[in-house]
């Protein structure tokens, strides 16, 4: 949360900055060099932590980024299965770290996938 501040202003600003247009890669190096993003960004850097995690074998498990859109509006999240199976979100700008089950009922089917 520190690392990588909300900040829609300042994401439009980098975009333009680099002149690519919406929805087109910049490295997250970039977000994480000034300090700012929104979820995407937050998402994806909880999932270099846990694959670097990994790698170096302090956790077992597999990370994903999960995203999902509903009549509110889009969301990018972190998601940890970790070695008992158990599904874990890292959602940064909800400010939600836990397990699914134990996630707010109103956020649960959000987080969910279809299997």
């Known amino acids: 949360m520190e690392a990588i501040k909300w900040d829609e202003g300042a994401v439009d600003e980098i975009i333009k900055e680099f002149g690519v247009g919406q929805d087109k890669k910049i490295s997250l190096e970039r977000f994480l060099e000034r ?17 670097r995690f ?25 998601r940890y299965i970790n070695s008992k199976g158990e599904i874990i979100i890292l959602d940064v700008a909800q400010n939600f770290f836990g397990y699914l089950s134990a996630s707010p009922p109103e956020r649960r089917l959000f987080y969910e996938r279809p299997e």
């Open 35 to 51: 300090g700012f993003g929104v979820c995407r960004h937050q998402a994806l850097a909880c999932g270099v932590i846990l694959e």
């Open 54 to 78: 990994s790698k170096e074998g302090y956790i077992q498990g597999k990370a994903s980024i999960d995203r999902n859109l509903t009549h509110l509006g889009g969301h990018v999240w972190c």
